[in-house]
């Protein structure tokens, strides 16, 4: 997501992932499988596991731990016990900073999943980098934290060696979701609106290009502050202005009450974001207003997926308490991209971790390639994955979060 981003797999990993419940404490997801002999590698996993974005930050958590329980459970790595250190960074750069410097110190620890938002990523990537710890992040979507500030000028530079996502970018998803509207939704005068967070402004500028260049009209424009959850002014500015579509670029905390003051104020129109507003919990926020909005989310619905299966039903068995949510295949598949480095560098070096670990799954991941949950995991020249299937989602059902959220469309962008 996004920053996290928001928040967006897809329906599935949302609409699914919403479905399953169950118990389990805490204290046992910190500490992952249970010991085992020969030598201990510890995955981090960094998410907002607390606070607004609480519901995707835990989907991340709980399935990075049951890819490290299934590890164990297949001794998949000969005389490696793998566990999982897991850090709250409440969706702020500043604690995602300070958790990756933390994971740093500890000598044990060979790989970081993580985090939801790419704000908090920016704040990571130099501390992992600098330390040759591979971070793997199922969420982030902003273009440049793999192809540098200038990836829209078709100057394309890798600045960080040791990143890699499993999601697929921003470069990708407006366009996609502009594409829908434009030529599927048949809307043609939009009402752009960001947060002004790295994932939110960038999702919406991608998105505005496209859907002007197709030949779509904007209305008009404005920045929000997502904490003040008071949208009365720029429902106002919405109703008045003739747009037959809204597109918020950031997160349902502030997406479902925006959704719903809008259309309070008379604008009936349909409410579009991108992986960000891809949870249950903005059909709640939104309540019966949503009905109708959209949200892009990446890769396809996580149930329609054959390789999803044992995942879903793993997951499950295992008694999470929280959903999977958007991005539980892709957490999963990030902390297994890392076992299979891990992997690689033990059988390299005749069966042991070498003294230059880190360094040496750095450079394994870049080759990194496998089956996963989410379809094919593999990583192209600026550590993005080169799966880039996106799917538009629509809110059905508000009377069951759950299942509210429908795929409508799935794709990649042909740009």
Request: neutral net charge; proline residues 4%; charged residues 25%.
């Amino acid at each position: 997501m996004r920053q996290r981003s928001l928040i967006a797999i897809t329906a599935a990993l949302t609409a699914g992932a919403l479905t399953l419940t169950a118990c389990g404490s805490r204290d046992d997801k910190d500490k992952g499988s249970a010991d085992g002999g020969g030598t201990t590698v510890v995955i981090g996993v960094d998410a907002p596991l607390t606070g607004d974005l609480s519901a995707l930050g835990l989907g991340i958590r709980n399935s990075v731990d049951l890819a490290v329980k299934q590890a164990n459970d297949k001794n998949y790595v000969d005389g490696i016990t793998f566990k999982m250190q897991a850090a709250d960074d409440q969706g702020q750069p500043s604690s995602g900073q300070t958790n990756a410097t933390k994971f740093v110190a500890n000598k044990e620890l060979l790989g970081a999943v993580g985090p939801l938002n790419s704000s908090v990523g920016e704040s990571m990537q130099k501390v992992f980098d600098d330390a040759k710890l591979v971070q793997v992040s199922p969420a982030n979507t902003n273009p440049a934290m793999t192809q540098g500030p200038d990836w829209n000028g078709g100057k394309k530079v890798r600045p960080y060696k040791a990143y890699f996502r499993t999601a697929t970018t921003d470069a990708i998803q407006g366009p996609f979701a502009a594409q829908y509207l434009y030529n599927k939704a048949k809307k043609k005068k939009v009402f752009v609106i960001d947060d002004k967070k790295t994932y939110g402004a960038g999702l919406a500028a991608t998105f505005k290009d496209e859907f002007t260049k197709l030949g779509g009209k904007v209305a008009g424009t404005e920045h929000v502050n997502p904490d003040t959850k008071d949208f009365g002014a720029v429902a106002t500015k919405i109703r008045n202005s003739d747009a037959d579509v809204v597109y918020y670029g950031g997160e349902y905390p502030a997406a479902g009450p925006l959704s719903k003051q809008m259309k309070k104020a008379g604008a009936k129109i349909p409410l579009v974001g991108g992986d960000g507003l891809y949870s249950a919990d903005y059909i709640k926020l939104a309540g019966k207003d949503g009905k109708g909005d959209y949200a892009t989310s990446v890769g396809q619905p996580v149930e329609q997926l054959p390789s999803a299966k044992e995942f879903i039903a793993n997951y499950k068995k295992a008694g999470y308490k929280e959903a999977y949510e958007a991005y539980g295949g892709y957490s999963y598949d990030s902390a297994w991209a890392i076992i299979e480095a891990v992997k690689k560098v033990v059988e390299d070096n005749d069966g042991e971790l070498p003294s230059d670990a880190r360094a040496k799954i750095v450079d394994a991941m870049q080759d990194v390639s496998f089956d996963g949950v989410t379809g094919k995991v593999s990583f192209d020249e600026y550590g993005d994955a080169t799966n880039k299937q996106l799917t538009v989602y629509q809110v059905k059902d508000t009377t069951d979060p759950a299942k509210g959220w429908q795929p409508v469309e799935s794709g990649t962008y042909t740009g």
